[in-house]
Nanobody, 127 residues
Framework: QVQLVESGGGLVQAGGSLRLSCAAS????????MGWFRQAPGKEREFVAA????????FYADSVKGRFTISRDGAKNTVYLQMNSLKPEDTAVYYC????????????????????WGQGTQVTVSS
């Protein structure tokens, strides 16, 4: 069982930066693949970024590639999402998600591949 708590959201002007954190409980954090998703009002929850259990592989949605960076710190049981050059269209609730490595294929951009979710943190980018 993993519990996820996001933090770091807020209001920022276009062009600014924010760093989101996702703190995970549980001693098996290093065995979980992690992802960030976001959901804007009236829209489906969409993939943003993901990182493998080892940290050796990272993946990004085209809309954030080159602006966002996902990373993880095993010692702190935390995953980060550094967001730079923010745009108004990045406004959404951002969710952290986790799935245990279980030998099955990990579809990193598919939200149904994850079975643990945080409560979300609001990011608002003003123009």
């Amino acid at each position: 069982q993993v519990q996820l708590v996001e933090s770091g959201g807020g209001l920022v002007q276009a062009g600014g930066s924010l760093r989101l954190s996702c703190a995970a409980s549980g001693r098996l954090f290093s065995t979980y693949n992690m992802g960030w998703f976001r959901q804007a009002p009236g829209k489906e929850r969409e993939f943003v970024a993901a990182i493998s259990w080892s940290g050796s592989s990272t993946f990004y949605a085209d809309s954030v590639k080159g602006r966002f960076t996902i990373s993880r710190d095993g010692a702190k049981n935390t995953v980060y999402l550094q967001m730079n050059s923010l745009k108004p269209e990045d406004t959404a609730v951002y969710y952290c998600a986790a799935v245990a490595t279980n030998g099955r294929t990990w579809y990193f951009s598919d939200r149904t591949s994850y079975n643990y979710w945080g409560q979300g943190t609001q990011v608002t980018v003003s123009s």
